[in-house]
């Protein structure tokens, strides 16, 4: 069974639902040549110092470079010397059962990057493993590598060879291939899975300390399952020409991969079950939309080179129609169009991982069925600008946004996910989105500060909610911001942009108010268990009666907002309840009762409800009386009908505002005695109208639609 916890960053890795917290030359001349310059490398930096000397067999540390003397327009942003500074050689025992790679007996050591780098004094990083460092042995609880950040460092390497030409990506996207079918299971009931961990000395650790499920880590289908198959479609698609023999044995190994989901995930294709109410398909890897969406990404790449596949292709449309039945939500009600990662849970959505409209856009365009690409482009155009007004890509919304913590996984998944929506629609406003987006890594984000550094290819390991930065810099971190400067230095214009407008200016969304700040109630307050099974109370909870009451203030405001009660409802109390605004102006009445449980974990769901009329502008005040059984209210989330965020810099302004309004309504754009552009688009993304503005005024917005403002 999958969880969620919610994680502290000081070290995060998504192995799966639950963040963990732990302490052209012939390919073979290519794998030569990476190791010689690896050494190289190392002996120059050690005799400059820019990295010290390795602590022990198991630990090395570097400096952050100087900033290089570059200009922003001309440089690429994509940097990938802390990348390479993680990679270190492992040389696995000989005749390991089930395991083998490429060439193994002619080049018997792998290349593979270390899971995590630690901050350390002086600006120098130390190259961690997971879990409790035996230090005897020299060996983890987890391991020093681990197959998740093999397999997406692979992806970063084609992807950079594939934009470049640079043969040391090529050589390093080689090794890290090499590494990735290692570590998969090539035989026995167990084939095509894949083994999670692998300690320094090259040993395999299937069953890692913490435990992480499945155990052992290649008895089932997981995300690094779907990670594989990620890596090894890219890296078919890249090496089909360039190395056919290696190519045909990576279009092996991922043939292996797809019987594999074939046997443990596809034959259920077509079953569906219920999660507290909602259809939810039964054939997603470990019920995750999120997994699945990897996959499906390697999978399209694969069919795109090579169309005559029909096994990937059957598996590639299997998940992504799986995929786009966790779509849900409206433009009025939570989560707003958004595809949710967990059929276990209706009421979770979490940023890292969020590919799910990166992977239906890529479908959608290699399958040639625009259906699949519809959820995705209600994800990028109704909850992508609630996102982006709301505070940017939240770890977790349970289903409040109750893990403000924010990181580099979560910010890249948002910008692929908008690019490829852009490209399957040709939508400008949505490539206009994903620059806005992609200001977090240079400072549009609640610290003001970069979160990657062009100069050395540091990616920091997130945000906390109060603007502190985790300074370390672990493969998964860097490997997401590495992702996004490569999307970037495809589109020139786009990266000048994001790069050039870097200070939030102004941000007007969805707020949270705490039902325990009632500023009056004859109620009670409580403080459940924090994490449900498949949802998260934010603070407290406060419990009425029938017959009872509660005020809240929810602050000041020159618009109209959309309030929605967090409630939980259980199965054993239906209850109804009237809402007020100020001065007794009716919002609604709502009904609450618990859905048919299903395979969610828990009984009882904890949702937002939508009212059905929105709080007037400039009333502060919101009142709930509770007609009939008991309300228990974790929280109000409290949205303008018209949402903004306006980013400044160098670069100039880029304004975007968002509708949730039932009906067109007129917004206020831009700024008085400032000249700048407006291109209004509807819900689908579809440009309507372009303004020449002369000062602010107000243009009309289509409901569900956004307008933006490049000045």
Do not use: C
């Not at 005799?47 to 470079?65: D, E, L, M, Q, W």
């Not at 870097?502 to 007007?508: C, F, M």
């Amino acid at each position: 069974m999958a969880h969620v916890r919610r994680p502290s960053i000081a070290r995060i890795a998504h192995r799966g639902r639950t963040p963990y917290r732990v302490p052209q030359p012939e390919a073979p001349k290519a794998a030569s040549v990476l190791r010689a310059a690896m050494a190289l490398v190392l002996a120059f930096a050690v005799s400059v110092g820019v990295f010290a000397a390795p602590a022990s067999a198991t630990v090395a540390t570097r400096s952050a470079p100087a900033a290089a003397s570059v200009t922003a327009a001309a440089a690429p942003l994509t940097n990938l010397a802390h990348l390479d500074f993680l990679l270190d050689e492992a040389t696995p025992p000989t005749e390991v059962p089930g395991h083998t790679t490429y060439r193994l007996a002619e080049e018997p050591t792998l290349i593979l990057p270390w899971t995590y780098a630690d901050s350390r004094p002086g600006g120098t990083f130390q190259r961690v493993g997971g879990g409790k460092l035996d230090e005897a042995t020299g060996l983890w609880g987890q391991g020093a590598y681990n197959a998740d950040d093999v397999a997406r460092a692979a992806v970063v390497y084609l992807r950079h060879w594939a934009l470049t030409g640079a043969e040391t990506s090529r050589d390093s996207a080689y090794e890290m291939l090499r590494s990735i079918t290692y570590l998969q299971t090539d035989d026995g009931p167990n084939a095509g899975n894949v083994v999670l961990w692998m300690q320094p000395d090259g040993t395999l650790n299937p069953s890692a300390d913490p435990v992480e499920l499945p155990d052992p880590s290649d008895s089932g289908p997981s995300y690094w399952l779907a990670r594989t198959i990620w890596a090894l479609g890219e890296g078919y698609a890249a090496f089909q020409d360039a190395d056919p023999e290696f190519a045909a044995f990576l279009e092996e190994r991922l043939a292996l991969s797809v019987a594999a989901l074939d046997r443990q995930v596809l034959t259920r294709y077509g079953e569906w079950a219920e999660s507290d109410g909602m259809r939810v398909p039964a054939w997603l890897i470990v019920d995750g939309a999120d997994a699945s969406a990897e996959a499906v990404l390697g999978l399209a790449a694969r069919v795109e080179a090579q169309p005559a596949d029909t096994a990937a292709a059957d598996a590639m449309r299997k998940l992504a129609e799986g995929i786009a039945a966790m779509s849900a939500g409206s433009v009025r009600s939570w989560p707003y169009g958004a595809i949710l990662p967990w059929a276990q849970s209706r009421s979770m959505w979490h940023a890292w991982g969020s590919l799910m409209p990166a992977a239906l856009a890529e479908a959608s365009v290699v399958l040639g069925d625009d259906g699949l690409a519809q959820p995705a482009i209600a994800d990028a155009a109704s909850f992508t600008p609630t996102l982006l007004t709301a505070g940017g890509p939240d770890n977790g919304w349970f289903p409040s946004p109750t893990d403000r913590v924010q990181i580099a996984y979560g910010a890249d998944s948002r910008l692929q996910s908008l690019l490829a929506v852009a490209d399957a629609t040709g939508s400008g406003g949505f490539e206009a989105l994903a620059g806005m987006q992609a200001a977090w890594f240079f400072g549009a984000n609640r610290a003001g500060e970069p979160m990657y550094d062009p100069a050395t290819g540091i990616t920091f390991d997130g945000l906390e909610e109060d603007g502190g930065i985790n300074r370390n810099s672990g493969a998964e971190s860097t490997i997401h911001g590495l992702l996004s400067m490569i999307a970037l230095d495809a589109r020139p214009g786009l990266a000048a942009r994001a790069s050039s407008v870097t200070t939030i200016a102004e941000r007007a969304g969805l707020e949270l108010v705490e039902a325990e700040s009632a500023v009056e109630t004859d109620g009670a307050i409580s403080t459940p268990e924090s994490w449900t099974g498949e949802s998260s109370w934010s603070e407290n909870a406060l419990t009425l009666a029938p017959g009872q009451h509660a005020v809240f203030d929810i602050g000041a405001a020159d618009v109209r907002r959309w309030v929605e009660p967090v409630v939980w409802s259980s199965p054993s109390q239906d209850g109804s309840r009237s809402w007020w605004s100020s001065e007794r102006v009716p919002l609604g009445v709502l009904s609450e009762s618990a859905p048919a449980q299903g395979i969610s974990p828990t009984p009882g769901v904890l949702l937002p409800h939508s009212l059905q009329l929105p709080v007037f502008a400039n009333r502060q005040q919101v009142r709930v009386d509770v007609l009939s059984g008991s309300l228990q209210l974790d929280a109000l989330l409290v949205r303008p009908v018209a949402s903004r965020l306006v980013l400044t810099g160098d670069g100039g302004v880029t304004e975007l505002v968002h509708s949730s309004s039932a009906a067109p309504q007129p917004i206020r754009i831009g700024r008085d005695g400032e000249s700048a552009a407006v291109v209004v688009y509807d819900a689908s993304g579809a440009e309507v109208r372009t303004y020449e503005l002369r000062g602010a005024r107000s243009v009309p917005v289509p409901s569900g639609g956004f307008a933006i403002l490049i000045g």
